[in-house]
């Protein structure tokens, strides 16, 4: 109840702005199409979450809302096509938290943020760790105590180089005291799920919506959830911090970006636009069902919480190798 009046608040706060701003001034934004950029592949519980805004976006502005999926460089290459775009709010980045984290602890790849805007989280979700059956545990404990005794590896698949799963992944191997090999996969966690279900690796993260089907026909074993807290799809699933995994509380988010030289009058239509769409119930409906929660921030509030994170991850990702 707390969350959806805030958000509820959030979305009224903009709307007040937006009717403000326009008073008396030509609208700039919206006048065409728009264009959510995804830096994932189709399919995955984030390209869902897009394609529903989208569809809530579209009849807000009565303009076509389309996406396009850029993969690549763990978020680089979808925002800067973002970056390069013109400053008027047509094209947004739905960008992840893997920007933050390119920004917090990465030499090797560009940070993007200078270059972009925030406009506001969108939505937020923990992400689920599964193993294949064939591992033959039932708990994190089980799984740590039978890969020391057997000292060996666990094989887990992220959506990336850099990703918040590739973290996660090195985070929990870390505490746990046991080797953790990354192996990155471009097409998400369709791939990285496939993989387990086949046998190729031992372990992913995912959306816990996503994981829920293959969990319950028995196909994958999820052993917990990051975040804070248990995930509403899975709630018999324990977070890592009920097993004393306590790094390993950071959320996953989707949020909007749009390219840096935009006026702030557009980025506040744009922001309530998007929150009048997250207020949907068919949206909130098809968000919720790939485990992800409605968590609409303000331009502002979104700024400070990438701050915040970029200075907790710089602590947290310490020792993770990118190769």
């Given amino acids: 109840m707390k969350r959806r009046t805030v958000t509820r608040g959030l979305v009224a706060a903009g709307l007040a702005a937006s009717a403000g701003l326009a008073f008396g001034e030509e609208r700039q934004f919206p006048n065409r199409q728009v264009t959510l950029v995804m830096p994932i592949a189709a399919g995955g519980g984030g390209d869902t979450v897009a394609r529903a805004i989208a569809d809530g976006l579209r009849k ?85 105590r039978k890969v020391k005794a057997a000292d060996t590896e666990i094989d887990y698949g992220s959506n990336g180089i850099g990703s918040i799963q590739h973290l996660d992944g090195q985070i929990f191997g870390r505490q746990a005291g046991i080797r953790m090999e990354h192996i990155p996969y471009k097409g998400g966690e369709v791939e990285s799920l496939a993989a387990v279900m086949s046998g190729t690796i031992q ?91 409605v968590d609409f921030t303000s331009p502002e509030a979104f700024a400070r919480q990438i701050d915040s994170e970029i200075a907790r991850w710089k602590t947290l990702g310490k020792g993770v190798k990118f190769d």
């Fill in 60 to 144: 807000q502005i009565g303009f076509p809302v389309i996406v396009e999926n850029k993969p690549g460089g763990n978020g680089v290459l979808a925002a800067m096509s973002v970056a390069n775009s013109p400053p008027d709010a047509h094209t947004v980045l739905l960008g992840f938290s893997g920007l933050v984290q390119n920004a917090a602890l990465r030499r090797d790849i560009k940070d993007v943020l200078p270059l972009l805007k925030p406009v506001g989280q969108m939505v937020s979700s923990g992400f689920a760790f599964a193993v294949s059956p064939a591992m033959n545990v039932a708990s994190l404990d089980g799984l740590v």
């Fill in 203 to 293: 372990a992913t993260f995912g959306s816990p919506g996503i994981f829920k089907s293959f969990e319950e026909s028995g196909k994958i074993k999820v052993l917990a959830v990051t975040g804070p807290r248990r995930s509403a799809s899975l709630p018999d699933v324990p977070a890592f911090g009920e097993s004393g995994y306590t790094d390993l509380d950071m959320m996953g988010w989707v949020g909007a970006f749009v390219a840096k030289g935009t006026p702030d009058a557009d980025v506040a239509r744009l922001n309530a636009a998007l929150g009048r769409a997250l207020l949907d119930a068919k949206v909130r409906e098809r968000i919720a069902a790939v485990g992800f929660e």
